[in-house]
């Protein structure tokens, strides 16, 4: 565990302090800085394993360093720490590539295995075979994280290929937005967001052939190849 790099960005001292010394505790080797400016040099500096960022920072928001983050083609897991805790912020979050949203005040214990869920689902491919999934002409290789279409690379980040991991996984059937979130996610959190990633999933795939991913109005998703005419 202690080879496991963890950046925690917050300006206020106490809580800095409270969450550094928490994750040293278990094992995490631990960086502190006060500003979204200090955390994007650090990430680029050094990428950590994961970044615990607060969203009122005294320069850039939160919100900002994480799509920066994301913008540089950077998939560090990214878990906001914040007071504020309306659903429009929370879908905001996690739609700007944010893997959890845990909101002040929070016990340390939960900040910790908040830390080692989110370290789990993006360190380790979605499925436990580890082989390659097929559906028409997407393939999705679990054990290399490498997804191809029509013979095409698509760059995924690590909650896109979970995502698109368990709806070839199940394919054919119409998974809710609730087991979607529940299986990608870990939690029952705004539907909004695994509505996002949809998008972003056929945003990626669908220019390169027929669509494969199909809404069923009022219930969720599913993925199917192409009927043939």
Not at 8 to 19: A, K, L
Not at 75 to 85: G, Y
Not at 117 to 141: I, Q, Y
Not at 146 to 171: C, I, K, W, Y
Request: charged letters at 25%.
């Amino acid at each position: 565990m202690s080879e496991i790099s963890v950046l925690v960005v917050e300006d206020d001292p106490n809580i800095r302090d409270i969450v550094e010394v928490t994750l040293r505790f278990h094992g995490f080797r631990v960086r502190g800085v006060t500003t979204g400016a200090d955390a994007l040099a650090e990430v680029d500096r050094d990428p950590p394993a994961l970044v615990v960022l607060d969203v009122l920072l005294p320069d850039i928001d939160g919100f900002e360093v994480c799509r920066r983050i994301r913008a540089a083609g950077r998939h560090t897991p990214v878990i906001f720490l914040t007071a504020r805790d309306t659903t429009s912020d929370t879908v905001h979050g996690l739609t700007l590539g944010g893997d959890d949203y845990i909101t002040k005040p929070f016990s340390v214990e939960a900040l910790v295995a908040r830390v080692r869920a989110v370290l789990r689902r993006t360190s380790a491919p979605a499925g436990e075979a580890g082989g390659v999934l097929r559906v028409a002409d997407l393939e999705l290789d679990e054990s290399r994280w490498q997804v191809r279409r029509a013979g095409v690379a698509v760059d995924l980040s690590p909650t896109e290929f979970r995502l698109l991991a368990f709806l070839m996984e199940n394919r054919g059937l119409v998974l809710t937005k609730r087991q979607l979130l529940e299986h990608v996610w870990g939690y029952g959190g705004p539907s909004q967001v695994v509505e996002t990633y949809i998008s972003y999933l056929r945003r990626k795939l669908d220019p390169l052939g027929p669509p494969l991913i199909h809404t069923q109005r009022g219930i969720g998703y599913t993925l199917r190849a192409p009927q043939v005419s």
